[in-house]
């Protein structure tokens, strides 16, 4: 079954203390991997898109990462700005997209 | 300042009623996204179009729900029927060349369904 799971479900930093969010996945060949960010009470922001195992891309303080069964999002010296619930999801050769359930991240000054 | 408009923003209707939200894409976007988001599901692709085809719509009840893009500026996401469990906010997302591509995400129709 095609699924795609986040975690920790919640992360809270202190500003400037680097972490990673996790998204694993599991899809019947992989086509696209996109990242989220969404504020609260806002509609999601798109974030970056990986299709292939070893790609990397990069949006100031974010990086995400790829290989074959899970993405991580990099966040380096965050700030308070940075507060958000990130969603991943995948898309699948049947064109089927696969939502996790976010991780919500607070930074705090 | 290009942006996705959404119409109505917050809806509340009964049980029984068509409901129909309208998505204003980015003028020039030839992709369209309908997504719907609730604490239960989380957010859930429902239907997407490329140059006003409908590409994909396996995330949205057939029974009841339909989506249509009747010209480039607009598109609509109807409910007919309305049921409780239709109750989220839905996102309209539009964007250009493949759904691969960075999407922009309008401001979502919060529907209530009493």
């Known amino acids: 079954e095609d699924q795609v799971t986040q975690s920790p479900e919640a992360l809270r930093l202190q500003e400037g203390e680097s972490s990673s969010l996790n998204c694993s996945y599991t899809v019947s060949g992989l086509r696209g991997l996109f990242w989220y960010r969404q504020d609260p009470g806002k509609g999601p922001e798109f974030l970056f898109t990986?299709?292939?195992a070893g790609e990397e891309k990069e949006k100031e303080r974010l990086k995400a990462t790829l290989t074959k069964k899970e993405s991580f999002l990099h966040i380096t010296a965050p700030k308070p700005e940075d507060s958000a619930t990130y969603l991943c999801a995948a898309q699948n050769t049947g064109n089927q997209f696969y939502f996790g359930t976010g991780t919500s991240l607070t930074v705090i000054p | 300042d290009a942006r996705v408009t959404q119409t109505p923003r917050h809806k509340v209707t009964e049980m029984g009623q068509e409901v129909t939200m309208r998505c204003q894409p980015i003028?020039?976007?030839?992709?369209v996204f309908w997504y719907r988001q609730t604490m239960m599901q989380g957010l859930e692709l429902l239907a997407y179009?490329?140059?006003?085809?409908?590409?994909?719509d396996s995330g949205m009840p057939k029974d009841r729900f339909s989506a249509e893009m009747p010209d480039a500026t607009l598109a609509t996401l109807k409910i007919q029927p309305s049921e409780p469990r239709d109750s989220a906010v839905y996102f309209c997302a539009s964007g250009f060349g493949w759904i691969y591509n960075e999407q922009f995400f309008g401001p979502g129709t919060r529907l209530t369904v009493l």
């Open positions: 179009f490329r140059n006003r085809a409908p590409l994909d």
């Open positions: 003028l020039g976007h030839n992709t």
């Open positions: 990986l299709y292939s």
